[in-house]
Nanobody, 124 residues
Framework: QVQLVESGGKLVQAGDSLIVSCTVS????????MGWFRQAPGKEREFVAV????????DYADSVRGRFTVSRDNAKSTVYLQMNNLKPEDTAIYSC?????????????????WGQGTQVTVSS
């Protein structure tokens, strides 16, 4: 079965940088477009960033564009989210997700597999 496991979440201060990772097992990672999402208590889950199979195309939510960068290493079956100039409003559980569609839309409209998330807390 396909499993996605996030890591790297921690408590940081406003203005700091942090990278979180998501490692995929049990499936052909290089064939998946990978997305990052986040959810804070009492709020809906929101889209953060997405990267295509090759890593050459990306898209971002307006709230993080210019501060966050998504990348991937297919040899390690891992997708990363580099977060710079973190703000308290970035505090959330960050989850990764895989689009396993062979001929899906770009950016993906939905995802097949989800991780359980890693907590990122930004203090002021």
């Amino acid at each position: 079965q396909v499993q996605l496991v996030e890591s790297g979440g921690k408590l940081v201060q406003a203005g700091d940088s942090l990278i979180v990772s998501c490692t995929v097992s049990g499936g052909p990672f290089s064939l998946y477009a990978m997305g990052w999402f986040r959810q804070a208590p009492g709020k809906e889950r929101e889209f953060v960033a997405v990267i295509n199979r090759s890593g050459r195309s990306t898209d971002y939510a307006d709230s993080v564009r210019g501060r966050f960068t998504v990348s991937r290493d297919n040899a390690k079956s891992t997708v990363y989210l580099q977060m710079n100039n973190l703000k308290p409003e970035d505090t959330a559980i960050y989850s990764c997700a895989a689009d396993a569609s062979a001929y899906g839309a770009w950016p993906p409209r939905r995802y097949h597999y989800w991780g359980q998330g890693t907590q990122v807390t930004v203090s002021s």
